[in-house]
């Protein structure tokens, strides 16, 4: 088994930040990608970004220039700053872990609003 636990998401302003977090923990082995990925409300879910064990990353032509995503091997943990801030970013993020299966977290909801 695998537990992800994201953190960072809350309310911001537009052309605010955010750095959300994805703790891994669990048996936790031959992980080929992590990513980032969000839900608006009545919209199918979608990549933000992702990064592969090599540290190749990829991002939603949407969130390029703004956000990065990051991985800390030694803390087994994901991480996704986000800059510029818009309404439109609003959605709940889920971290995603895929090594011989997928694992996903519970998400945590991100909120762009003045």
């Known amino acids: 088994q695998v537990q992800l636990v994201e953190s960072g998401g809350g309310l911001v302003q537009p052309g605010g930040s955010l750095r959300l977090s994805c703790a891994a923990s669990g048996s936790i082995f031959s992980i080929k990608t992590m990513g980032w990925y969000r839900q608006a409300p009545g919209k199918a879910r979608e990549l933000v970004a992702g990064i592969t064990s090599g540290g190749s990353t990829n991002y939603a032509d949407s969130v390029k220039g703004r956000f990065t995503v990051s991985r800390d091997s030694a803390k087994n943990t994901l991480y996704l700053q986000m800059m510029d801030l818009k309404p439109d970013d609003t959605a709940v993020y889920y971290c995603?872990?895929?090594?011989?299966?997928?694992?996903w977290g519970q998400g945590t909801q991100v909120t762009v609003s003045s």
């Open positions: 995603k872990l895929l090594n011989n299966r997928v694992w």
